[in-house]
């Protein structure tokens, strides 16, 4: 599975979010950082992080203060970590997630491999990774499916 997608409902409207094997995602308040920001004083700044590995996707607990509960059966704590398929449910704070089946590619863009933190950057939006600020003049252009 390259990509998952995750719903859930954000101040009475639905939200969509794509994770993709080379795009992990973090959850939690802090905006600049999380790809998916909750506005709940309840999650932490980043209480989870969902990333791609040898092919399955994992929901990691990051938050050492707040749990998430998975499929109404059990609880993640502190770095607890499990795979996740279409189906799952799983909730931070007041929020519900939703494990979507993903939709076949559509398009490919363009995406700039930092050399230093290996991260994918959109081309178009800063001369500087995101995650580490080194330049991106010297990363490699790669072709990404959405």
């Not at 101040?11 to 905006?31: K, L, M, N, S």
């Not at 700044?45 to 059966?73: G, K, M």
């Not at 398929?85 to 700039?112: E, H, N, Y």
Request: aromatic share 8%; proline share 5%; net charge positive.
């Amino acid at each position: 599975m390259r990509t998952l997608t995750l719903t859930w409902q954000a101040q009475g409207q639905w939200q969509r979010h794509a994770v993709t094997a080379e795009r992990p995602c973090i959850i939690g308040r802090q905006v600049g950082v999380c790809q998916i920001v909750l506005d709940d004083r309840s999650v932490s700044r980043q209480h989870a992080s969902i990333y791609a590995e040898n092919n399955v996707f994992h929901l990691r607990n990051l938050s050492q203060s707040s749990i998430i509960s998975f499929n109404h059966r059990f609880r993640l704590t502190y770095n607890q970590e499990t795979p996740l398929k279409p189906g799952d449910i799983f909730r931070l704070g007041t929020t519900p997630f939703t494990v979507m089946p993903s939709q076949q590619p559509t398009a490919k863009v363009l995406k700039i491999k930092c050399a230093r933190c290996g991260k994918l950057a959109d081309s178009h939006l800063e001369e500087f990774c995101p995650w580490c600020g080194r330049s991106l003049a010297n990363g490699e252009i790669v072709e990404v499916e959405l």
